[in-house]
T-cell receptor
Framework: SQKIEQNSEALNIQEGKTATLTCNYT??????LQWYRQDPGRGPVFLLL?????KEKRKERLKVTFDTTLKQSLFHITASQPADSATYLCALDLYNFNKFYFGSGTKLNVKP | GAVVSQHPSRVICKSGTSVKIECRSL??????MFWYRQFPKKSLMLMATSNEGSKATYEQGVEKDKFLINHASLTLSTLTVTSAHPEDSSFYIC?????????????FGPGTRLTVL
């Protein structure tokens, strides 16, 4: 079965630095890989989607890379701010059935 | 982005009662809705996939008689937790997806916190 791992449970960084979160998966390569932000007690909010034939995607201070050889996606937040503090989840679409499975999430803490 | 609502946002019930949670896509028609549950500090666990007008597809280990899903229209899906027990206490989140959407992504509701006493 597919396993999705996100680097650490928590990541603490200083304001202004770049936060890098990882998402690794085993077995099948997904058609899509997505990143979501989740605040406590709220539903996830979509951030970025990257397809299997794309290497990199950017949106403002966010950047996602997708390496199907390494079976890994990296999620970067540049010039991080305390407001970026949240849990970030990666989600994979298995077999292109539009059914998504989520990683366990990484809690990002950006300290002022 | 698209808006998905859930009702109620919070519910407390006694053991043995049934609870219904509604998920609505407010500004688009969702051919597919997904139901997840999330335990504290854990990720979302997909429970079932619901397509409008057909039976829901449940993930392995999820009891379909326990968690009844109905997707009666393109904008409404309901999850009923039958004969709830304390172990059913969790955060339930729905999401909606439409193939007409440009981003091929799901839009999530705000979640429903269920507490069974």
């Amino acid at each position: 079965s597919q396993k999705i791992e996100q680097n650490s449970e928590a990541l603490n960084i200083q304001e202004g630095k770049t936060a890098t979160l990882t998402c690794n998966y085993t077995n099948y390569s997904p058609a899509y890989l997505q990143w979501y932000r989740q605040d406590p007690g709220r539903g996830p909010v979509f951030l970025l989607l990257i397809r299997e034939n794309e290497k990199e995607k950017r949106k403002e201070r966010l950047k996602v890379t997708f390496d199907t050889t390494l079976k890994q996606s990296l999620f970067h937040i540049t010039a991080s701010q305390p407001a970026d503090s949240a849990t970030y989840l990666c989600a994979l679409d298995l077999y292109n059935f539009n059914k998504f499975y989520f990683g366990s999430g990484t809690k990002l803490n950006v300290k002022p | 982005g698209a808006v998905v609502s859930q009702h109620p946002s919070r519910v407390i019930c006694k053991s043995g009662t049934s609870v219904k949670i509604e998920c609505r896509s407010l500004d688009f028609q969702a051919t597919t809705m997904f139901w997840y549950r999330q335990f504290p500090k854990k990720s979302l666990m997909l429970m079932a996939t619901s397509n409008e007008g057909s039976k829901a597809t449940y993930e392995q280990g999820v009891e379909k008689d326990k968690f009844l899903i109905n997707h009666a229209s393109l904008t409404l899906s309901t999850l009923t937790v039958t004969s709830a027990h304390p172990e059913d206490s969790s955060f339930y989140i729905c999401s909606a997806w439409s193939p007409a959407g440009a981003t091929d992504t799901q839009y999530f509701g705000p979640g429903t916190r269920l507490t069974v006493l």
